[in-house]
Structures are given as C-alpha cells and as structure tokens.
C-alpha cells in the first residue's frame, strides 16, 4: 500500500490543488528529480476524482522502473519526497491568501542598509495602499509594527528625520496593541474551553491583568475593547449583564471587524448562552442565542467555505425549540446545499423530519424518512429516533414494534457505535416497548416506568419518554 501519510494528506486537497501540485512538482525550481515528477502523474489521477484506485507501491515501481527489481525502501523515499512537496506547495498556496505576510517578507527582503532607495519606495507604497488590512484586525498591529520597524532603516543615517522618533514610537504602539490582543484572545478560549469540557478556570494573574486594561493607553481601540467585553463575560459568568453588553456593542460596532474576527466574537456570545445558560435550566436564553446565530447568518459569517455543521445543526435546534418554524423550514431548505457535500442530502433530509415532528405533521415525516436509509450514523440514528417518536404518536403500534426490532439489530450490528452509546440506544428501546404495553389506567405500572427511567443512568432520549409518560 502506499504511504498513509501521503494518502490521508492528498485527500485533504481540492481536485484543482491537486491539479495545480502537478505543476509544482513539475517545476525545476521546486524539484530536480525527474522521477518524483513521473511519480505524481501516477498517481494524481485517484486524488482529482478521475479514478477511485489508487496504484499500489509495485505498479508505480514498474512504470518507473521497468527494467529494475522492486526496491521498497526507495518507492518509500520518493512518497516521502513527494509529501513534503505537497505540504511547501500548500503553505505557499496558503502564503497568497495573506496579503499582510507577504508584504512583511518583502520588506524583509529589502531590509539592508545599502538599499535605502528600495525601503523608500516600498514605504511609499503602503502608505499610498488602501487595501490594508482592517484596522480592528489583530494582525493589522502586527503588519504596522513591521512597516514602523523598517522605515527606521530608511531614516538611521539621517539623524534629523530619526530625533523625530516617530516611527519607534508607532512601531512600539502597534507591538502593545498586537500583545495585548493575542494575550486577550487565549485567555478568551482557554475560558471557552474550560467552560466547554467543565474544568475550574485558573484566572488569578488574568484577573489582575483584565483590571488594569481600562488604565491602558490603547484601550480605546475598538479590538481591545471587544476583548476586555468578552473577558468581562466569561470571568463573571453569573453577571448576565455582560452578555447583553457585549451583544449590544457588537451591534453597534461590528462593521469595524472582519467576518472571520465577528464570526469569533458572536461564537462567544453563544457559547456563553448554552454554557451558562441553557445548559443550567435557563431555557429563556434559546432566544437570546437564536437571536444572535440569525445575526451571524444576515452577516454571512458562517461560509469558510462551506457553512459550518455544527452551526447549522444548533440554529435548527434552537429554532424548533422556540417555534420559529418558517424561518427554520427556508434556513433548511436555502442552506443545506451549503454544507460539505457529502452531508448535504442527509442534513436536508433529517432535519426537515426533525421541523414536521415538531410541528406534528407526522405524515410529511413518513414520507422524508420511510425506507430512507442514511448513511451518515449520526443522522441514521436520529432519523430512526423520529420515527419511534411519529408511530407512537400516530398509534401504529404494530409498526412501532417492527421498528423497534430493526432498530435494536442495527444498534447491535453497527461497529462504529461505542459501547456506552449502544446501551443508552438499547435503554431507550427497552424502555419504549414497556410503554407501549402500559395499561391506560395502570398508575402503579406507570409510576414504576417513571422511576426506573429517572434512575437509569445510560439513557437516550430520556425527555421523550418522560413526556410521553407524564402524558400516558
């Protein structure tokens, strides 16, 4: 087999990337070896999608080597070689999508004493540049800073222009600016992550470092800002007040940021709200998170360049949870073509199952989910939860048994599914056959389905059954 490690990566990258590595590759300036260049066009064919095999070690071998005798050790160092090429041609390919790094590596390309007369006329160029970076950008100080430091060699032989001390001192404001604002953006997702995975948040030295920031002299810079709001919320978590301080400034001001920076901030917000909030009992916070991920989507942050999944399947959550049908029912239905490929179809069709049952129409249910089988386990099992759900409610009980048999063998048939998982599944199917089998007017046996549900530990969709009790 050929190298895993060039496999996986390969997969990683674009039919048109791979395209464009066989130019690399062909390049003498990036590779002299003939063979490695014979050796891709062997094998480019299965990663653009023109073929699903991918030749093994001995078949490349004999096209390259015909008259030879296989030598593995050498087919492996020529995979190796064409893995580190790959990955340079990647982080170039990466390099142009950053004007900001670019244009600090020619600075630093013309960053010596006998040429002055280039410095110049490169600081004339970005002065005159409009295309720089947004200003609320935390790279922006960065790419400033850089700009300040080289202009100074223009002006060290010239004392009148260097007594100004200008150019020292914006290239110190900006290198604050820069440290204030990564040193801010970690602490913010060391908070976030340790909200997330329930670990005690450390925050002794950053709480002092939080309290002195209004006393800074670049606190009035709109990034510092947004960061200090964020910080405000996350260390005191049981002041609400924050949150809604941080939504209304980014209201306010979110025109000064770049969609990847605002996509960041309102991720905030939201983890906040489900973290703190929801995640607690305070269900009255779905509105407020709703609230804000129809912000992210009017603003377009959610495509880099596929919509995020994760996104997309909480906003459908929180919509259905709020009854905000319609405009859940045209999020579905305008953004699902959106998500990776491979997940389009089943997405589209699970959660357009998961809006008709909450809005009951069991019969649209039906017909997106029967003999629909989904590929994707997550979905799959979701889709054959609906559908426990829809016969319970539509009184087909002898369909409902079916499936409940079929559901039980594809848990225990599924080798993808975790142990845990499978039992809280197969709790699930134990428990639901009991209840179709309750007497109507059998309080003792209801009582006793109640308490066994209550007390078991490994249990899926325990609200559901739950309810249907309360309700038997």
Do not use: C
């Not at 490695?36 to 078949?59: D, R, T």
């Not at 959610?302 to 919509?319: A, K």
């Amino acid at each position: 087999m050929l190298s895993k490690k060039l496999i996986s990566y390969l997969n990683t990258l674009s039919a048109a990337e791979i395209r464009k590595l066989e130019k690399f590759i062909r390049s003498p300036y990036h590779n002299e070896i003939e063979k490695l260049s014979q050796f891709y066009a062997i094998i480019m064919p299965a990663f653009a999608k023109e073929s699903l095999s991918i030749p093994s070690k001995k078949v490349i071998w004999q096209k390259l080597f015909p008259n030879k005798a296989y030598n593995d050790v050498k087919i492996r160092k020529m995979a190796s070689l064409i893995l580190h090429l790959a990955i340079e041609f990647k982080a170039l390919e990466l390099l142009k999508e950053q004007p900001t790094q670019k244009q600090i590596l020619k600075l630093k390309a013309v960053s010596h004493p006998d040429l002055k007369t280039h410095i110049a006329t490169f600081n004339r160029k970005f002065s005159e540049d409009k295309n720089v970076p947004n200003t609320a950008l935390s790279h922006f100080y960065k790419y400033e800073f850089n700009i300040q430091n080289h202009r100074i060699l223009e002006q060290k032989n010239d004392r009148k222009k260097l007594q100004k001390l200008e150019n020292l001192k914006k290239a110190e404001k900006h290198l604050h600016i820069f440290f204030y604002v990564k040193k801010m953006s970690i602490i913010a997702d060391t908070i976030g992550y340790q909200g997330f995975m329930n670990i005690p948040t450390e925050k002794t030295q950053d709480t002092a470092f939080l309290k002195a920031l209004p006393e800074s002299p670049y606190f009035n810079e709109p990034i510092i800002q947004v960061y200090y709001l964020i910080l405000q919320m996350l260390f005191n978590p049981s002041e609400e007040k924050h949150f809604f301080s941080l939504k209304d400034w980014l209201d306010v001001n979110h025109t000064k940021f770049s969609k990847k920076q605002l996509k960041s901030y309102y991720s905030h917000l939201v983890n906040y709200g489900i973290t703190h909030k929801i995640n607690k009992g305070e269900e009255s916070y779905y509105l407020h998170v709703f609230d804000v991920f129809k912000k992210m989507v009017s603003q377009q942050l959610i495509f880099d360049p596929f919509i995020d999944s994760n996104f997309y399947r909480n906003i459908i959550s929180s919509g259905i949870k709020l009854h905000e049908f319609d405009y859940i029912n045209d999020f579905i239905r305008n953004y699902s073509s959106l998500l990776p490929p491979d997940l389009q179809k089943n997405a589209e069709t699970y959660n357009l199952a998961r809006l008709f049952y909450a809005q009951k129409q069991y019969k649209k249910v039906l017909e997106l989910l029967h003999n629909v089988e989904l590929s994707n386990i997550s979905y799959a099992l979701g889709a054959k939860t609906i559908l426990v759900g829809t016969y319970f409610a539509l009184d087909e009980y002898r369909v409902l048994e079916s499936h409940l048999l079929s559901f039980r063998i594809f848990i225990l048939r599924n080798k993808l599914l975790a142990k845990n998982t499978k039992q809280g599944y197969l709790n699930f199917l134990k428990f639901t056959k009991t209840l179709t089998h309750l007497a109507p007017y059998d309080k003792k046996a209801r009582n006793k389905l109640k308490k066994d549900v209550l007390n078991t530990k490994n249990l899926m969709v325990r609200h559901w059954l739950l309810e249907q009790i309360n309700n038997y």
